[in-house]
Nanobody
Framework: QVQLVESGGGLVQAGGSLRLSCESS????????MAWFRQAPGKEREFVAV????????YYRDSVKGRFTISRDNAKKTVYLQMNSLKSEDTAVYYC??????????????????WGQGTQVTVSS
């Protein structure tokens, strides 16, 4: 079973930045896409960003385009989410996830089989 451990969450003022990290214990890390999802209180979990196994292809939800950047370091088995110009509506628990299949790198959370425990991001206005 792959273990994913997120870090980097916290409290930040609107307009500020945070960098989330997710370290994997999985031997297949470098061959599968990694993604970030988030869940705000009282809301369903939603897709944020995904990065293909090679780090070349990325995909974002519209509301974070131009503000968030997903990246990965396969040697360190770590995926990152750089979040700039944060807004109060970005407040949520952020989860990283590993895709089940090597070819998949889109937003369907059913295609992700391993999940981290989550890290809280709170943006104060």
């Amino acid at each position: 079973q792959v273990q994913l451990v997120e870090s980097g969450g916290g409290l930040v003022q609107a307009g500020g930045s945070l960098r989330l990290s997710c370290e994997s214990s999985g031997r297949t890390f470098s061959s599968v896409a990694m993604a970030w999802f988030r869940q705000a209180p009282g809301k369903e979990r939603e897709f944020v960003a995904v990065i293909r196994w090679d780090g070349v292809a990325v995909y974002y939800r519209d509301s974070v385009k131009g503000r968030f950047t997903i990246s990965r370091d396969n040697a360190k088995k770590t995926v990152y989410l750089q979040m700039n110009s944060l807004k109060s509506e970005d407040t949520a628990v952020y989860y990283c996830a590993a895709a089940k299949l090597s070819y998949y790198y889109r937003e369907d959370d059913r295609q992700f089989g391993s999940w981290g425990q989550g890290t809280q991001v709170t943006v104060s206005s």
